[in-house]
């Protein structure tokens, strides 16, 4: 397994985590919205790497959207879900690889 592969799966758990209805936007906002600083570059170095060892990136470039918008209550919770879901099923197939 390739370190792009590991922060596909690093990002998609902490994505997941901070879509948990009531805890994610409690950690969000007890934190002053730093989780969502940490995501986007978190997000930024996945894709940079991403793209350097050619693999798919979408996940990482859908993940900095969801930083801008996570502070959006019900879009926030939709976002991170989605971001975790594309970035889980990406690390899954390139670890089957």
Excluded: Q, Y
Excluded at 52 to 75: E, N
Aim: charged content about 10%; some cysteine; hydrophobic content about 55%.
């Amino acid at each position: 397994m390739n370190r792009t592969t590991i922060l596909k799966w690093l990002s998609g758990v902490c994505e997941g985590l901070l879509a948990i209805p009531i805890a994610g936007g409690t950690f969000i906002v007890s934190m002053s919205w730093t989780p969502l600083l940490f995501m986007f570059a978190l997000h930024t170095v996945t894709l940079i790497l991403s793209i350097r060892d050619a693999r798919f990136s979408a996940g990482s470039i859908l993940g900095m959207i969801t930083s801008f918008v996570g502070a959006i209550p019900i879009i926030g919770w939709v976002m991170h879900s989605i971001t975790a879901l594309v970035l889980l099923i990406d690390a899954a197939i390139e670890t089957k690889k």
